[in-house]
């Protein structure tokens, strides 16, 4: 089972969105995914305990050693069917 972690400015409501998006396209497809919703600022400190990172916040300046995904097209729809294909490349790993 791959830990994927969604991150947003507050761990509320952009990576819940996300997060609740990304997990009923996991479900579709049958692969084993936990995903869950967090706070940028608590990443740091839990990043090593993720497989996968989705971003929705510009965090050039934390570079993480994850494979990582934008989470933005899954809220817009814009470019969305290319980071779902990176994402599930990443689980499929």
Known sequence: MKRIY???GSG??????VASKISSMCEDEGLDV????VDIKSL???????????SIVSNE????????????????????DDEWE????????
Request: glycine fraction near 6%; charged fraction near 15%.
């Open 61 to 80: 300046a934390n570079i993480f050693d994850k494979p990582t995904v934008s989470g933005i097209p899954f809220l817009t729809g814009i470019g969305m």
């Open 44 to 54: 740091e400190n839990i990043i090593d305990q993720c497989d996968i990172y989705v």
């Open 12 to 17: 509320v409501a952009t990576s819940q969105t």
């Open 86 to 93: 990176k994402l599930k490349s990443f689980i499929e790993l």
């Open 34 to 37: 936990a995903i869950e919703a």
């Open 6 to 8: 969604v991150a947003c």
